[in-house]
């Protein structure tokens, strides 16, 4: 334990116990990503007790036998001690739920399992621990993100509009989080650094090894101005199901996700499915009717067009991102609220939505002293922004998000 | 009044009396188009007893004191017959409300003349009268139509996606509705007619002297094949003003209105106002975010979310205005409904609404046998497309169009 111990000293804040430490390592290293049962399992009993019902063979079959056929005859405490002084010699830090630096946003994931009536995504849990390169807390660094993702086969259009955006948000203080890949991802990336600004890669493979080489010269420069992350320990390779999981993680960090250049089919479009599972902001640009690359963002802003906001440029993406989103990470400062910045009328639209239960658009307007027609006007938008949830009664204050995870349905 | 009679006998199935026609010939001329104040004079007590008092300052101050200074000291009566046989030499026919071929959409303009709380706009009535080139009959013409709209300076992508708009409708036997100026509006027209298919400008001019002259050998072509109509009688010139209040008749003559470029304010996001106004289906092409032709369609698309459909191309128009509207113009077979085409889940939701009244959608899932996701996720879409409306209280059947119209807020 010692040497292990010695090895995570660079994680200078961390009261973490190292049992707890190298039980989530462990966790995250034979369970693949997102798992649900590990995930209601650790939420039971914690990380140390689950990791030892599994390297036991005490828990659901499946889970045993997929965790068991990774570990092998390996001891599950010592691999991962092996694997955090590893990590640690790489100059890769360990973050895991219990230290502060955690991303709060990132367990709003534990409420989106259930999608529609009968199909459950089942990977879409939190991660048990993430690894980092760069020098940045997490917390502080997600605190003001936005992601800027879209297709690796972008056009000239789609590269110019996501490098622009790159680097208008890192311009103005807002770090640029995306998934690294060729095309849209490293544009955004690029435009980001360009400003001097921070930018965030989540990959699907270790941060020591990433993905695609052809980017290496780009995640090195991440590594050293911004931060490379991902759940997937050191050494581990890109699995075309790895970034379908993974996705989930750029759509949870920020407060809004953008949609730049994406086909039909583009995994990039899970990535806005998982925004707008979580109620962060589901941003597209549009693009010319003529271009393939642009279907995809035309298709999310058709298909979902009080879920998804057209977006043409940076200030109409900070418009949206300025204003909601602040609880993912408490300011330091003052009790800046989620509705500042709203217009007189929305306030007073906001301010007349009871606390508790659901008003009709009738009552919140005679309490606002508006009109009807001015009120079901903006409530929507203010829907949109995440201030005020539409319910088949009317409209209410949104739940918070950790009574929502709690009284998501589990099938 | 025998010159009068025969003057007017190409229009061959009318059996509105001549007093009829050239009153409202009389009323078209003196007074501008739209004219709040004359239409409810006309609703009162008809366009004979109307023109009477108009003419013999019986009325509204502005209303006589405007008509007189046009009138001078000519006999209204007389000046509309040589009117009408002026009209009958140029090949132009006289249409009335109250000849069968009236468009009947046109009557739904009586019921947007109050926009917002306190502003009015007082320029949105019907017309008194249209004058008509081309060998068609506007309401046959008209039932099936669908306007395609967008800016004078267009750009190359514009133009291709207008006439390609154009193409695909009038291919599908739809009649292709625009303003005839240079540009989208031309590109719209020439796409129809390459199409050998239908296509209508409605001026803001007399229909001898269509504007821009560019634009004479399209005019002509129109007039040949399809229909150039305008309420103001021939010989008037083109006004500015005339081209906005022109809009509230493309926006009212068919199913939906597509704009394909405008300018941030651009006249054509007027008759987008109006489109939406009357609950048309209003839809808007996107374009290149860095093109300046496009943000007018962005903005319509970012400010009414609810309102405005994206579409990118003909079969999407197609499946919009499909659904929509039949109730314009009755089909002489048999009884096809506004929810035909409907999916079985679209169908169970639809029937599931209340025909009088309002159900919350947890009520409409509980009666439809669908979950409360599937029916909020639908919902709005129904709603979209016309088909039903959402209230304070939930969800009910769209009102009637004469019922909305007489129930508007008069002020």
Known sequence: ????????????????????????????????????????????????????????????????????????????????????????????????????????????????????????????????????????????????????????????????????????????????????????????????????????AVLACGVDRPYPPSNSALFERVAEEGLLISELPPGSDPHRHRFLVRNRVIAALSRGTVLVEASARSGARQTMRRARQLRRLAMAVPGPVTSTASVGCHEELREHPHAVALVTGVEQVLELVGRVGVDLAPRPRGPVQDHDGLDSLDQQLFDAVPLRGVASAAAVAAQAGVSLRDALGRLPSLALRGLLTEQSGGWARPTARRAAARAAPIR
Do not use: K
Request: proline letters at 5%; glycine letters at 10%; one cysteine or more.
């Open 1 to 200: 334990m010692s040497t292990a111990q010695e090895s995570t000293s660079t994680a200078q804040e961390s009261t973490v116990p190292e049992r707890v430490r190298a039980a989530r390592v462990a966790l995250g290293s034979v369970v693949e990503p997102g798992n649900r049962t590990l995930h209601f399992l650790v939420e039971q009993c914690g990380p140390q007790e689950a990791l030892r019902r599994l390297a036991a063979g005490d828990t659901a079959d499946a889970l045993s036998a997929a965790a068991r056929s990774r570990l092998g005859s390996h001891d599950p405490w010592t691999a991962a001690l092996r694997l955090m002084a590893h990590a640690d010699r790489l100059g890769v830090r360990l973050v895991v739920p219990e230290d502060p630096e955690w991303p709060r946003g990132l367990s709003d994931l534990s409420a989106i399992s259930v999608d529609g009536r009968d199909r459950v995504d089942r990977d879409t849990y939190p991660p048990q621990c993430l690894w980092v390169r760069g020098p940045h807390r997490l917390d502080e660094a997600t605190d003001r993100s936005v992601s800027v993702i879209g297709a690796r086969a972008n056009t000239h259009y789609g590269g110019h509009i996501a490098a622009e955006l790159g680097y208008g948000l890192a311009d103005r203080g807002w770090t640029v989080i995306s998934g690294g890949a060729y095309g849209i991802d490293a544009a955004a990336h690029r435009g980001a650094l360009a400003a001097g600004g921070l930018t965030i």
